[in-house]
Antibody, heavy 123, light 117 residues
Framework: EVQLVESGGGLVQPGRSLRLSCAAS????????MHWVRQAPGKGLEWVSG????????GYADSVKGRFTISRDNAKNSLYLQMNSLRAEDTALYYC????????????????WGQGTLVTVSS | QPVLTQPPSASASLGASVTLTCTLS???????VDWYQQRPGKGPRFVMR????????SKGDGIPDRFSVLGSGLNRYLTIKNIQEEDESDYHC??????????????FGGGTKLTVL
């Protein structure tokens, strides 16, 4: 059974940093690209960032480019999102999502999602 | 990049059928769309992918036969027959789009909240 468990969310002041983690199990982690998708309170889904199986291809939404950094550790079956210079508009539930393909350089969908970790940016 | 438009809400009675619509912006009629179900307080769940020829690939794990899709022009439809209480969810559509740097990212519609009466 595929499981994705996010952690690391919390309340943080504007301008500060936070690091999210996603522990994956139930599939061969380094065979797939992984992604972060967020959902602001009462809003729709927004793709945040994606990383290919070998970290060779990485992309970010314009809204987080230059502030967020995605990474993965295939030995630990883990995905990370380092979030710097946080803003109030980054407040959201952050989901870890498994891509359906090995790379981010071909069409894909998200075939499994975690339950999310809540990030609240407020003073 | 494409813009995906979904009505914010829909409703249907228990045992009835409902069709949810996701509309692509002009110029993207060849795009495939993915449907996701999000039950209250849960993470999204992949339902299936749809193009103008209908379903693309397989349904997501545990998606019942009551769920089906169709595609026509700029519209991608998700139909749920014999609606059950557990179908009350937010339904999101998404489409992957290749950027100039050969990186694909996903854009989502605003989601439709389905209420079972």
């Amino acid at each position: 059974e595929v499981q994705l468990v996010e952690s690391g969310g919390g309340l943080v002041q504007p301008g500060r940093s936070l690091r999210l983690s996603c522990a994956a199990s139930g599939f061969t982690f380094d065979d797939y690209a992984m992604h972060w998708v967020r959902q602001a309170p009462g809003k729709g889904l927004e793709w945040v960032s994606g990383i290919s199986w070998n970290s060779g291809s990485i992309g970010y939404a314009d809204s987080v480019k230059g502030r967020f950094t995605i990474s993965r550790d295939n030995a630990k079956n883990s995905l990370y999102l380092q979030m710097n210079s946080l803003r109030a508009e980054d407040t959201a539930l952050y989901y870890c999502a498994k891509g359906s393909t090995v790379t981010t350089q071909q069409p894909y969908y998200f075939d499994y999602w975690g339950q999310g970790t809540l990030v609240t940016v407020s003073s | 990049q494409p813009v995906l438009t979904q009505p914010p809400s829909a409703s249907a009675s228990l045992g009835a059928s409902v069709t949810l619509t996701c509309t692509l912006s002009s110029g993207y009629s060849n795009y495939k769309v993915d449907w996701y179900q999000q039950r209250p307080g849960k993470g999204p769940r992949f339902v299936m992918r749809v193009g103008t020829g209908g379903i693309v690939g397989s349904k997501g794990d545990g998606i019942p036969d009551r769920f089906s899709v169709l595609g026509s022009g700029l519209n991608r439809y998700l139909t749920i027959k014999n609606i059950q209480e557990e179908d009350e969810s937010d339904y999101h559509c998404g489409a992957d789009h290749g950027s100039g740097s050969n990186f694909f990212y996903v854009v989502f519609g605003g989601g439709t909240k389905l209420t079972v009466l």
